[in-house]
């Protein structure tokens, strides 16, 4: 059973950029993985996915300044944020879609001040 930890957030300053990492226990080469934001009072919103093998795709309202990547040997994807806006103020996820089902971290708190 794959498990996820997301961690790299904290209080940040717009302008700013930040990396947020997703460490699994547990094989995730062959799978792919996504990024999931929860602003306050907002429905959960996917940011994108990354294949087994690095393809992207990112959801229209953050094309531009999201890029996720992976490390395969390490078991850990990667969301880098550039230019934060205090509008991405939120509980960023990372899901893992497995055979059996998908598998969500606890998350990490990101806040943007202006």
């Known amino acids: 059973q794959v498990q996820l930890v997301e961690f790299g957030g904290g209080p940040v300053q717009a302008g700013e950029f930040l990396r947020l990492a997703c460490a699994a226990k547990g094989n995730i080469s062959g799978s792919a993985m996504s990024w999931i934001r929860q602003a306050p009072g907002k429905e959960r919103e996917l940011i994108g996915l990354i294949s087994s093998d690095g393809h992207t795709n990112y959801a229209d309202s953050v094309k531009g300044r999201f890029t996720i990547s992976r490390d395969n040997a390490e078991n850990t994807i990667y969301l880098q944020i550039d230019r934060l806006k205090p509008e991405d103020t939120a509980v960023y996820y990372c899901?893992?879609?497995?055979?059996?089902?998908?598998?969500w971290g606890q998350g990490t708190q990101v806040t943007v001040s202006s």
């Open positions: 899901a893992f879609y497995g055979a059996t089902g998908t598998v």
